[in-house]
């Protein structure tokens, strides 16, 4: 099968047989948006279309795309797996590769957490955390934040702080507590009972890009100690780089019990995940002979995405990842920070490293405040679609909402960005938001667009 020639031959079709067969929902929202572009290519942090012409990816595929994408180091990896003929997944037997990359994790990772459990994805990760704090404490609850996002499957749907995503899917997990981020005096009314097995958290919110103040973590870690609960660290959409440091953790010195990774890890390629984890943890989870194979995941140790985890790792220190995350995302978030005084409608921007956020909302004067009405009044957060349909339009920038609700647009580029690239951000947002204020331009014309289509479709749904 010659993969290129099957999707080249295809290519036309992708759109009908997603409707057809897949989420046609999606198909809806990519031609309302006009993000139905034909990428065919991509390469570090760039797609390009059936025209050769340059996307630059802040999206990164949610976030996997750290190394930007075909990284030639993890390819060189996957296809020496390929032509090595190793005896994969007998799994009555121990895979060399998971041991190399457990080592290699465990020498990242805070003292004492030199367990890993690998699995296939970031929810995987979570529903591991999840069982290994109810196993080792022998309690049930557990705290987790607003807002926060851990995956969705059911039980990582029941520490996910977003009615938009629990709504409709029935009882979830009994026992979890929804505490808000950033709030020390709720996190410590909720512990108070000492029966608590775990606090989970993001470092960094991902779906708003909401920043803890400092004493937040360190604090909140406190506390779980002296209560006898479990501190797990979601570092799914954080870890590998992503806000200057290896951990987003390390940012404020905190050392959880349980650290979750996924996305980035296998460099983009394979599904991938692992919990690193304290020993005690672990052994009380495996705990004698016959619970050995208590916990698993078929596919979690396998050859290629502990090559490509092997690989990731290589390629983050070899191309000084983390402090390129660390200087872009400073450099980029002075820039826009120098916008928030021009523009009424950028209220604040904020982030660590290369996850950063702009966040908008009403403005002052009069005329931008009828504009900014018409677009809340369809669809709350719609106003960010004048950022990232220009953004993608004109400036060929992928950009996304940072949540459901949420006038955020949120940035996710690949740590491997240049400057000319920081660049190109830098004048392509400034210019989208400048034409954001000009009521009655185009932009405002593609404004009352989306207003129309948003208020069809809810008297669709409603009808
Ligand atoms: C912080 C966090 N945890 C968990 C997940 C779930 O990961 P996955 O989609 O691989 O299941 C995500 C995905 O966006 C995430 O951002």
Not at 93 to 108: C, Q, V, Y
Not at 245 to 272: M, N, Q, T, Y
Request: aromatic share 8%; net charge negative; with cysteine.
């Amino acid at each position: 099968m010659d993969v290129a020639s099957l999707v080249a031959s295809h290519g036309d079709d992708r759109f009908t047989l997603h409707e057809r067969h897949l989420n046609h929902q999606m198909v809806r929202v990519l031609r309302t948006i006009g993000f139905d572009i034909d990428y065919v290519r991509a390469e570090g942090p760039y797609l390009f279309d059936r025209d050769n012409n340059r996307y630059l990816d802040l999206l990164s595929g949610w976030g996997v795309f750290a190394l930007g994408r075909n990284h030639p180091t993890v390819i060189a990896a996957l296809e020496s797996v390929l032509r090595a003929n190793l005896a994969h997944l007998v799994q009555m037997d121990l895979s060399t590769l998971a041991g190399i990359l457990a080592e290699r994790l465990a020498a990242r990772m805070p003292p004492g957490l030199d367990k890993a459990f690998f699995c296939s994805s970031g929810t995987e990760a979570v529903e591991t955390a999840l069982k290994i704090a109810r196993r080792s404490t022998g309690r049930s609850k557990v705290i987790y934040c607003e807002r926060g996002f851990h995956g969705l499957t059911l039980g990582s749907l029941s520490v996910n702080g977003d009615e938009y995503f629990r709504d409709g899917f029935g009882e979830l997990l009994p026992g979890m507590i929804r505490v808000p981020f950033n709030d020390l005096p709720a996190l410590e009314r909720a512990l108070a009972g000492n029966d608590v097995a775990a606090f989970i958290f993001e470092p960094i919110i991902g779906h708003g890009v909401f920043v803890p103040d400092d004493d937040y973590l360190p604090e909140a870690a406190r506390l779980c100690r002296r209560h006898g609960t479990l501190v797990i660290a979601d570092e799914v959409q954080t870890g590998l780089g992503r806000t200057g440091r290896f951990l987003a953790v390390e940012h404020w010195g905190v050392e959880p019990d349980i650290v979750c990774l996924a996305k980035a890890l296998s460099g983009g390629f394979i599904p991938s995940g692992a919990v690193m984890m304290r020993r005690k943890l672990f052994d009380a989870l495996f705990d004698r002979m016959e619970r050995a194979a208590v916990h698993g995941s078929t596919f979690s140790k396998n050859d290629l995405a502990m090559a490509a985890g092997i690989a990731t790792l290589d390629v983050i220190d070899n191309e000084h990842l983390v402090e390129n995350a660390e200087r872009m995302g400073a450099d980029l978030l002075s820039e826009f920070a120098a916008l928030v005084d021009r523009f009424e409608f950028l209220h604040a921007v904020r982030g660590k490293g290369l996850m950063l956020a702009l966040e908008f909302g009403r403005p002052q004067s009069l005329k931008l405040r009828t504009a900014w009405k018409l677009l809340e009044t369809a669809n709350e957060g719609l106003f960010c679609q004048l950022i990232t349909i220009p953004l993608l339009k004109k400036h060929r920038i992928l950009t996304q909402v940072a949540g459901s609700g949420l006038n955020v647009v949120k940035l996710l580029p690949p740590l491997v960005i240049s400057d000319a690239d920081r660049q190109w951000i830098a004048d392509g947002v400034t210019d989208v938001i400048a034409q954001s204020h000009q009521v009655g331009g185009a932009v405002w014309d593609l404004g009352k667009t989306l207003a129309g289509s948003a208020l069809k479709s809810r008297r669709t749904a409603s009808a």
